[in-house]
């Protein structure tokens, strides 16, 4: 059965923000699944709510004023919006773990390097001391830090950027999850950098069998590292298929956009780099019908009346809210 | 840190030299000749002229204030226009309930002013924040002596909890020193727990929406850990440094609240020396008080090095 | 391409730049002031600090008494119809006494936040202006905030003698300092911004610079702070007073009348209540001015 093998599903996940310019919406009717073992990406623009979603399955927002959830998290079968918060924490680092974008801001400036890995240790294991040390160092040269007996006594500011970046990830390993969130972990790194922090996320995926959430903005790396792909826009998810239908069938006009704009090596003529025009619309004014309508070259009047669900189309799995893709008349 | 230390004692010694000039040039901003202002109106020619020689007005002011230096480089504070003892002797034998006083003071405020201000960051817009916010105004608002004045009429007359004035030195009994400490010490501290608050509040709201919070809590963090220890931390650069402003200015003021409970500190020797013209104490109180504060200064500085990592001080 | 700017603008592109930023700023302005107006905190300050003011230009010539009026069997005397907050030790009024102080408080208040403000804007401007004027009047600022404001202020009154002009001096000696650094570190900012540049550029007059563009620009910051002086130097006052080295007997500023309450607070309490009261509220309602004042003019600090 398929069903025993997935980590986690998301159920039309809404996220709702009150603000001071009234009730946003940042996540609307969201749902996907993530099977153990697997590399899912998310996919989108700044503000398309991809980070938005992560945060909320781990429900780091403050529920009493700021945000409103709807809709259903299961995880492996639990349901995380029905447990109690303080009981969350259990889940928190220990099966389910983050990795934020700037190591440098996430990283606490005026703790040590060990202090900030053993904490899960002791938080979730009540692991003393110098076993947390062991298993710090241990993470550590499993994140590929050199000399990580001496690394374990420094400040984060001590240490270079991609350096950061693998502490990050092993604080996030610390207690083994089963489910890895990665919030854009290279978008703040050098290309060179960027290239190894990612394959090291798909080599502990492979070798600790965890499920990973992938989130960034660059279809290139989900092309090296996915299984599968999500693309949100606007709080909505437009497409979802496996990472190669979308790169050899793409059927969203957003998603061929997205594909388009990545630069390619292997072209001959040095085209310009193909840009969506237009600009992602706020939140607080979220367009009728189709909501990439605006900025999309096939769009007409029925795009703009009318919403579109995400519905199955073409091969296994293949889902996409655009009725002229559905009909096939694009 | 030696070189920086070393580096930072420099930096004070012209702030030191415009203190010491600002203090000795006192003497010369008195209108008329200070010894007949010192000793008033029925005071005979002799006696006037014997104290412009005891207090060295005949040489000019240039050597004077050299020699006067030297002294107080050497320990010499001078004695007493009025009654000849030693300075240094005066403000020894009434130094101590100054320093409990301030000491109890600072600790009251922040015994008070920390976990509220940090309580309201945490609550944000709930009603305790606003709470915490009317104190800090009201705090700013009610001058040391007005609260201490008050106090006394709730705590002395109707309730009869503290004694209305007087100093219980230490070794007379904690209880009462603490009793009669009390009141002074909380009309002192008060305005500093507001100002403390105040920034407790706003530095912790800054800290509390940083990633690295949100980072701690994606990790399991409880959230009384959270604000305990991963924020308050990073909070504490600004509070130290009101804290270390704080005590001066607790020190400094402390010579009100004396007057307000009678209590026979260095603000008592002050104000003694105020009536009386006692210019000598005077200076010597406030040239100690300076460097006192600018030693306060170099410490909360020193503390920045030892509080974030980041600063690092050898550079 | 920075040079060619500068020697293509005349004086006619820059005044016409000035001008289109000081309409877009009075825009700003307008609708900081609508919001500031909306402001409660600040509104309630305001009118408590406006009653006070009130009571001190007009109060005196309304009271029948005079402040200093001996009346010995009349002496301690709780509030009734005739005397609204009873009769001191000496039988005077203390509500006239309380009314007359409020032109003291004023008076220093006004003063000492006025003439600091002035003061701190020249040295602010010079030093910003002068490298020597500036490492010579920071070093007298620095020297003079190391002394704790309490005890300048009363080795300075010890000195000059105790008078309300004397308050005046001593307290501006001791909030100078402030108001010069303040201005200063607003004139950097200014300074470094492009137009001020772009008219070095066209030869105006440093002088010109100085006092027709800078000194408009960092008024802001420096009305906050003045009544932030405004308030302590109300506190300081009564201090001073309180102490005896103040404004001298038998004029009544509100730290006397508080100083004799001191002595008679087990029988006589509306001698410390109501002038406390009064000097708490007047304090309360300029720092709740004041706030709303940096909302408004500088809503970057707050």
């Known amino acids: ?330 | 840190m030696l070189k920086y230390l070393f580096k930072r004692i420099l930096a004070t010694i012209p702030v030191l030299f415009i203190v010491s000039i600002v203090i000795f040039s006192i003497v010369y901003i008195i209108p008329g000749d200070p010894a007949a202002v010192i000793l008033g109106e029925n005071a005979s020619q002799e006696d006037i002229q014997a104290l412009r020689t005891r207090m060295g007005l005949d040489e000019p002011p240039i050597p004077r204030y050299f020699n006067w230096l030297d002294n107080i480089l050497h320990g010499d504070l001078g004695a007493s226009t009025a009654n000849g003892t030693p300075v240094a002797t005066m403000i020894a034998n009434q130094i101590k309930p100054t320093l409990n006083l301030a000491t109890f003071a600072m600790l009251l405020a922040l015994i008070i002013a920390l976990p509220l201000g940090m309580w309201a960051a945490y609550k944000k817009g709930t009603w305790i924040d606003q709470a915490v916010t009317v104190i800090s105004l009201l705090g700013i608002s009610l001058p040391s002596f007005l609260l201490g004045l008050f106090l006394i009429m709730i705590g002395a007359v109707k309730l009869r909890w503290f004694p209305v004035s007087g100093y219980v030195p230490f070794s007379e009994g904690i209880g009462a020193h603490f009793n009669a400490l009390f009141m002074p010490a909380f009309a002192l501290g008060f305005i500093h727990a507001a100002l403390i608050m105040r920034i407790t509040r706003a530095t912790l709201l800054e800290v509390l929406n940083t990633d690295y919070i949100r980072m701690a809590k994606s990790k399991g963090v409880h959230n009384f850990v959270l604000v305990a220890k991963h924020a308050f931390k990073n909070t504490l650069v600004p509070v130290i440094t009101i804290i270390g402003q704080s005590f001066i200015i607790a020190l400094s003021g402390s010579t009100v609240i004396e007057a307000v409970f009678g209590i026979p500190g260095v603000g008592s020797l002050i104000v003694n020396s105020v009536s009386r013209r006692d210019y000598q104490v005077i200076q010597s109180v406030v040239l100690l008080t300076a460097l006192l504060n600018i030693t306060v200064n170099l410490i909360v500085d020193l503390l920045y090095g030892v509080i974030d990592p980041r600063i690092r001080l050898d550079r | 391409m920075n040079n060619m700017k500068q020697r293509t603008l005349t004086e006619a592109d820059l005044r016409r730049m000035v001008e289109i930023r000081n309409r877009l700023t009075k825009e700003q302005r307008s609708l900081q002031l609508h919001k500031f107006l909306r402001n409660r905190q600040a509104m309630v300050g305001l009118v408590i600090f406006l009653i006070v003011l009130f009571a001190a230009i007009f109060g005196p010539s309304l009271c029948k008494e005079s402040p200093v009026a001996l009346n010995v069997l009349n002496r301690l005397k709780p509030p009734s119809k005739e005397h609204w907050f009873g009769t001191d030790t000496l039988g005077r009024d203390v509500y006239t006494r309380v009314i007359y102080g409020a032109r003291i408080s004023m008076i220093v208040g006004v003063s000492v936040g006025a003439i600091s403000g002035i003061l701190g804007l020249i040295i602010g401007i010079y030093s910003s202006y002068n490298k020597y004027a500036d490492e010579i009047l920071m070093r007298i600022c620095d020297g003079l905030k190391a002394i704790p404001s309490i005890l300048l202020a009363i080795t300075l009154m010890t000195a000059l003698g105790a008078d309300i002009k004397n308050v005046i001096i001593s307290l501006t000696v001791v909030n100078t300092p402030t108001m010069g650094r303040l201005a200063r570190s607003a004139a950097l900012v200014v300074k470094e911004q492009t137009y001020i540049e772009a008219m070095r550029g066209i030869g105006a007059k440093s002088r010109r610079i100085l006092w027709r563009h800078i000194a408009p620009n960092i008024m802001s910051p420096l009305l906050v702070q003045m009544t932030f002086v405004f308030a302590t130097s109300i506190i300081t006052e009564a201090a001073l007073s309180f102490l005896g080295a103040g404004v001298p007997a038998p004029q009544p500023s509100w730290g006397s009348i508080l100083s004799e309450g001191r002595t008679v607070i087990f029988t006589s309490q509306w001698m410390i209540i109501f002038p406390g009261a009064i000097t708490a509220m007047t304090v309360l309602g300029l720092n709740l001015f004041g706030d709303g004042l940096r909302d408004l003019l500088d809503p970057l600090s707050s």
């Open chain 1, 1 to 330: 059965m398929e069903k025993n093998n997935d980590l986690l599903i998301v159920e039309n996940l809404t996220t709702t923000f009150n603000t001071e310019r009234g009730k946003l919406k940042a996540v609307d009717g969201v749902s996907f699944n993530v099977k153990n073992g697997e590399i899912l990406g998310i996919v989108g623009e700044s503000g398309c709510g991809k980070s938005v979603t992560s945060q909320s399955i781990m429900r780091l927002y403050d529920e009493k004023k700021f945000a409103e959830f709807k809709g259903k998290i299961l995880f492996k079968g639990e349901s995380l919006f029905d447990i109690p918060l303080p009981k969350m924490r259990n889940y928190r680092g220990e099966k389910i773990s983050m990795i934020f974008q700037d190591a440098l801001s996430a990283l606490n400036p005026v703790f040590t390097i060990g202090e900030q890995i053993r904490e899960p240790l002791w938080i979730h294991h009540r692991m003393k001391k110098d076993a947390a040390k062991e298993r710090a160092i241990e993470l550590l040269t499993l994140v590929g830090i050199p000399d990580p007996s001496k690394r374990i006594d420094q400040y984060p500011h001590e240490l270079s950027g991609g350096m950061r970046q693998r502490v990050m990830i092993a604080i996030a390993l610390a207690c083994s999850p089963e489910l890895l969130i990665a919030d854009e972990p290279t978008t703040a790194l050098d290309v060179t950098i960027q290239a190894q922090i990612m394959d090291l996320i798909v080599e502990l995926n492979k070798k600790l069998n965890m499920g990973v959430i992938l989130i960034t903005h660059d279809l290139a790396v989900v092309a090296e590292t996915c299984n599968r792909v999500v693309v949100m826009y606007l709080g909505q998810i437009v497409e979802e298929a496996t990472v190669t239908e979308i790169f050899d069938n793409p059927m969203h006009p957003y998603t061929k956009g997205l594909l388009q704009s990545i630069p390619r090596i292997s072209d001959e003529k040095q085209e310009r780099l193909f840009m969506i025009p237009g600009t992602v619309p706020l939140l607080s004014n979220v367009p009728h019908g189709c909501r990439f309508a605006e900025r999309c070259k096939y769009a007409e009047e029925a795009c703009r009346q009318n919403n579109q669900d995400l519905e199955s189309c073409g091969g296994a799995g293949h889902k996409v809210r655009c009725w002229k893709a559905i009909k096939g008349i694009n």
